[in-house]
């Protein structure tokens, strides 16, 4: 989920962001320091929307740079279970499917892109049995987070399904809504 938060920090700005403005300077500094950021509570720090208030700074003796406390605005991510996003198919590989969500990359495993039985071809397609279904990069797909574990940005991991109502490739949700509506007439 995104979210815009407010958060306070005792903010460094080097030397070579002094001589601008405050407020500036505050951000081009944290900038630097908290965008890609991650954190179990907030999620990752996408970027610094706004400073809303920057205090004195203090200069620490046989440091170059200016410390102020801050309050700013920053723009996070933070996946839930049970969110539903759509997506785009970025690697395939025999056990899955790997899904770019925004900031964050997730696997779809091989059993969970639909409920036929799939297997991966050295063509670069998970596709069923009879060929009717398959997903390849570049697929734009909806799914739902079942598992979310955040460490480091690049050891995160985020589990993903297609196999329930309502998700999956977005191309095979779009013929089943052509066919609810023909159903109907």
């Known amino acids: ?23 500036e300077s505050v951000k081009k500094a944290l900038q630097e320091t908290v965008e890609g950021f991650l954190d179990k509570e907030l999620g990752i720090v996408l970027c610094v ?3 809303k208030n920057v205090g004195e700074g203090k200069i620490i003796p046989g440091d170059g740079a200016v ?15 049970g969110e539903v996003s759509d997506g785009e198919i970025i690697e395939l590989v025999e056990f899955g499917a790997f899904v770019r969500l925004g900031p964050i990359d997730g696997l779809v495993h091989i059993s969970q892109i639909t409920d036929e039985f799939m297997s991966y071809s050295k063509e670069g397609v998970i596709a069923t049995k009879d060929g009717k279904r398959n997903v390849k990069v570049g697929d734009k797909v909806r799914v739902r987070i079942v598992t979310v574990s955040l460490k480091q940005t690049t050891a995160s991991k985020l589990g993903l399904t297609m196999r329930q109502k309502g998700l999956g490739k977005l191309e095979w949700l779009t013929e ?5 509506k023909k159903g109907k007439k």
Do not use: N
């Open 1 to 23: 989920m995104y979210e815009l938060t407010t958060l306070q920090e005792s903010v460094r700005v080097p030397p070579k962001f002094l001589g601008e403005d405050a407020k």
């Open 49 to 51: 929307t706004g400073i």
């Open 67 to 81: 410390y102020y406390d801050t309050t700013f605005e920053a723009l996070t991510y933070k996946p839930e279970i």
């Open 176 to 180: 089943e809504d052509e066919k609810k």
